[in-house]
């Protein structure tokens, strides 16, 4: 496998997946994406497990956690929790300075919840085949901190003390990812998934500040880049294109089947985007429902993608030099889903990226 290179990376057309699937083993999970994302396979979450979910998967090590009966919550009130602070604070110090130290660090995600990422590693190391890239993901600072409460109910981000904690244990994490993949020396790509975005400005979170969430952000972010991987971010709804488009991202990963029409109308800043070398993940292929899902075909996703892609055709981005910062993706995860329509997902998202490739490309 040759030197990565993830500052020249370029997606091509390429397909990758969004995170989840609706199956019960990881060997059935990392044989579907190496048939259908060969060039960028991701690690698999599986929802089966209760560990790999969006509140428990990326909580590991962080101190106030408590996990019982199913729910998780934080609680700094314990008599241990002074104790597990300063021993957090104490550990972040080293990684943030040496972002390799995390590798045997708090920060590292164990096999108990994400073995996915270790199946994914081994079996990259195994194969004879080179990837063009691969990719990981975690679960963004703001949808963490408003879907975890204490027992009182108080979101995690209300609290400072546990909220600086969280974001940078994900941070990281982050950080971590990129880390445990850099002996595969490929490009490593790493989506923040923040649905909870969905939600911004709505009065549920009218009284939060955007800056606050951009810092946050920006500083999983920022640990992911100095590790030497691409950051992006996934929201799987309508959010603030302006708000997210003013990050110092890698890539913007977006429901293009649903959401289209609300990201175009930040056309001037989706081009400012992609000059400074912007990925788009073009989240093309449905994963709403099967009734969804099966009124597709490659056919009609690609006219979709290209009546798209042609309202940001001028000056120098021409269909072609549009895909080249392309990346085909389903819209979300698929593991909500059956296994039958998880598969079609796949297969369409497979078909789309070899026909826009074989035809620009």
Not at 246 to 268: M, P, Q, R, W, Y
Request: proline content about 5%; charged content about 20%.
């Amino acid at each position: 496998m040759s030197s990565p290179s993830n500052s020249h990376f370029q997606p091509a057309g390429l397909a990758t997946l969004i995170g989840s699937l609706p199956v019960d083993t990881y060997d059935k999970a990392l044989e579907w994406i190496t048939t259908y994302t060969p060039q960028i396979p991701l690690w698999p979450q599986l929802p089966s497990n209760p560990l790999e979910g969006m509140m428990n998967q990326f909580v590991e090590g962080l101190p106030g956690i408590i996990e019982s009966g199913g729910s998780t919550i934080f609680n700094l009130e314990t008599d241990t929790f002074e104790a597990e602070q300063l021993s957090f604070w104490e550990e972040y110090l080293i990684t943030a300075e040496d972002p390799s130290s995390t590798l045997t660090s708090r920060f590292a995600v164990s096999n108990q919840r994400a073995n996915g990422i270790y199946q994914l590693k081994k079996l990259l190391q195994e194969n004879s085949s080179t990837p063009s890239a691969v990719k990981g993901q975690i679960t963004g600072p703001f949808t963490l901190l408003t879907g975890i409460t204490d027992h009182n109910k108080r979101l995690g981000y209300y609290e400072p003390t546990f909220r600086e904690m969280a974001v940078k244990a994900l941070a990281m994490k982050g950080a971590w990812q990129v880390e445990f993949f850099k002996e595969l020396n490929l490009p490593i790509i790493i989506f923040i998934d923040e649905p909870a975005l969905a939600g911004l400005g709505s009065s549920a979170f009218i009284s939060i500040d955007k800056d606050d969430i951009a810092q946050d952000l920006s500083e999983v972010v920022d640990a992911i880049k100095s590790s030497g991987g691409l950051a992006g971010i996934h929201v799987c709804a309508n959010t603030d294109w302006t708000f997210l488009l003013s990050l110092e991202l890698d890539v913007l990963s977006f429901d293009a089947h649903g959401f289209f029409d609300k990201l175009i109308t930040c056309k001037k800043l989706v081009h400012a985007f992609l000059e400074r070398g912007g990925i788009i993940a073009w989240g093309i292929v449905p994963t709403a429902n099967a009734e969804v899902i099966n009124k597709e075909s490659v056919e009609s996703l690609v006219a979709l993608w290209e009546h798209q892609a042609e309202q940001l055709v001028g000056g120098k981005w021409t269909m072609r030099t549009i895909l080249t910062q392309t990346l085909i993706t389903p819209s979300c995860g698929t593991g909500a889903i059956t296994q039958d329509a998880a598969l079609k997902v796949l297969e369409l998202t497979h078909g789309v990226s070899e026909t826009l490739r074989s035809k620009y490309l």
